[in-house]
């Protein structure tokens, strides 16, 4: 049986098409100590950068299997920008931070809030037991 391939690069692409689908602003958080990571590095903090992928502020922005390129402008200066999709820490919409975020292993990892459980609260009113099925012959 052969390797699976990531599906790193299929969910950062899938993100960035809900954000862009969405009319949000998709941000791109880098961890610039992953080797072959190219970004202007006046702009890194704490070896993270953030960057604005929207097609507004990119050119040429090309989300492929190995990795993330596109030009951007810095403070009237362009700049290429690569990114290994390893060093992907997270995509997420500006607007409202919902997206993937990836921990060190490349899982993804909870949203940064805690959102209520799918269906809602299990508990009915009154603290009573929720409802159940019943088969009758």
């Known amino acids: 049986m052969s390797t699976l391939s990531s599906t790193r690069p299929y969910i950062i692409r899938a993100v960035y098409q809900w954000i862009s689908d969405n009319d949000l602003t998709p941000y791109l958080r880098l961890d610039v100590s992953v080797e072959y990571t190219e970004v202007p590095q006046p702009y890194v903090k704490e070896g993270q950068i953030t960057l604005n992928i929207s097609s507004v502020a ?14 951007s402008t810095f403070e009237g ?25 990836f921990d060190e292993q490349g899982d993804i990892e909870p949203p940064p809030s805690n959102p209520e459980p799918l269906g809602g609260n299990v508990k009915s009113k009154q603290g009573k037991s929720k409802p159940s099925l019943k088969v009758i012959k």
């Not at 990119?58 to 993330?68: E, K």
Request: charged share 15%; aromatic share 12%.
């Open 58 to 71: 990119t050119r040429d922005l090309v989300l492929a299997d190995q990795g993330i390129s596109f030009l």
């Open 77 to 101: 200066q362009v700049y290429g920008v690569y990114a290994p999709v390893q060093s992907v820490m997270a995509l997420y919409a500006k607007e409202n931070g919902k997206g993937v975020f």
